[in-house]
Nanobody, 121 residues
């Protein structure tokens, strides 16, 4: 079992930046895929970015490439998402996820409670 707690969401104007954090606890002593999904109410959720805990290459959705950076601090069991040049269309609830196998899509096993990001124009 893995427990995920997000923080760092908030409101920002277009062009601004935010950094999301996700603290992981529980059975974190194995290789995992960790990542970020987002969802707008009434729409399907979408993957934003993902990375493996053994320092594999990162995956980014086309909509965030060049603006968002995912990173992992294994010593702190914490996942980050640095979001720059934010756009109103980035407004969503952001969820931290983890899965032993794959989390660049599908339905990862573990989810955080979510943190809201709102970008105003």
């Amino acid at each position: 079992q893995v427990y995920l707690v997000e923080s760092g969401g908030g409101s920002v104007q277009a062009g601004g930046s935010l950094r999301l954090s996700c603290a992981a606890s529980g059975s974190t002593d194995r290789r995992y895929c960790m990542g970020w999904f987002r969802q707008v109410f009434g729409k399907e959720r979408e993957v934003v970015a993902s990375i493996y805990t053994d320092a594999g290459s990162a995956y980014y959705a086309d909509s965030v490439k060049g603006r968002f950076t995912i990173s992992l601090d294994n010593a702190k069991n914490t996942l980050y998402l640095q979001m720059n040049s934010l756009k109103p269309e980035d407004t969503a609830m952001y969820y931290c996820v983890a899965d032993p196998m794959y989390c660049s899509g599908g339905n990862p096993n573990y989810w955080g409670q979510g943190t809201q990001v709102t970008v105003s124009s």
